[in-house]
């Protein structure tokens, strides 16, 4: 019986290791890291901005530690579903459609959708308005279903691209007559750029919850309810303890969390 108990206890101290081990496993965070003020490379190749922020916040509250991973945009689901990584903070909006491949925590922001033009440029009607222009979409973004389930009907021609940089670049150049985006992402990545002189919002803003969701939100498979509740609780605690608001002041001069 003592031999029984003793490598019983054996066998609990060499399990030990590997409960604190997985205890201690690292979140890992898909982002895309080419979406100012949201996430950017800094001069030294760094990840910044808002999303990376909050991530490092929600990461500390619940204790564990953030690993990134950077992937394009248009890969971030699929690479979510094949375990590249255990969640997904970045800009992703919460959408019925996205909610079929995925599970999401609560908005931790949420601001408008906006057409960018040349200055000048007038829409007295959108629809109309637009017909026969290029218009420059980050390809599988909620902007994408949206240009082409409306603006392209009536018209317009869709151009899709990897990333919003690159729709910036091409619009600047003249290949591209507007541009479908995130206000706040169009506002400091081009407009208040030398590169977006020239250039300014045009038309209303583009809320529509069918097509722009219920909030920007964090991405985990689908069916990993328990992750999800956990980062869920951890973005109400950072909102409560001032964490959240010290994130946000250090990029906006306005709630970014909207109503």
Same mark, same amino acid.
């Given at each position: 019986m003592k031999k029984i108990a003793l490598l019983g206890a054996l066998a609990l101290s060499m399990l030990s290791p590997l409960v604190i081990a997985d205890e201690a496993k690292p979140l890992r965070i898909g982002i895309e890291a080419a979406y100012p003020p949201f996430a950017f490379k800094?001069?030294?190749g760094k990840i910044s901005g808002f999303d990376y922020d909050i991530g490092v916040?929600?990461?500390?509250?619940m204790k564990v530690e953030c690993k990134w991973i950077e992937q394009e945009f248009d890969g971030l689901i699929p690479a979510l579903k094949v375990r590249k990584f255990d969640a997904v903070l970045s800009s992703m909006s919460i959408t019925e459609d996205r909610k079929r491949s995925v599970d999401f925590t609560g908005k931790y922001y949420a601001t408008p #959708?906006? %057409? =960018?033009?040349?200055e000048g440029a007038v829409l007295n009607d959108v629809k109309t308005d637009l017909k026969g222009k290029k218009i420059g979409v980050q390809r599988s973004s909620v902007y994408d279903r949206y240009a082409s389930d409306v603006f392209a009907k009536d018209g317009a021609e869709i151009v899709r691209y990897t990333s919003q940089n690159e729709i910036f670049l091409d619009?600047?150049?003249?290949?591209?007559? #507007?541009? %479908? =985006?995130?206000?706040v992402n169009i506002a400091d990545g081009f407009l208040k750029t030398d590169a977006g002189k020239g250039f300014a919002f045009v038309g209303p803003d583009f809320t529509?919850?069918?097509?722009?969701?219920?909030?920007?939100?964090?991405?985990?498979?689908?069916?990993?309810?328990?992750?999800?509740e956990k980062i869920s609780a951890a973005i109400l605690a950072i909102r409560?303890?001032?964490?959240?608001?010290?994130?946000q002041d250090k990029y906006f001069s306005f709630d970014v969390y909207g109503n």
């Open positions: 800094t001069p030294d916040a929600l990461c500390e509250e #959708a906006k %057409l =960018a033009m040349k619009l600047n150049a003249g290949r591209l007559d #507007a541009t %479908l =985006a995130d206000s529509d919850v069918k097509y722009f969701g219920e909030g920007q939100g964090i991405a985990v498979r689908k069916g990993d309810k328990a992750l999800a409560a303890n001032g964490k959240y608001k010290e994130v």
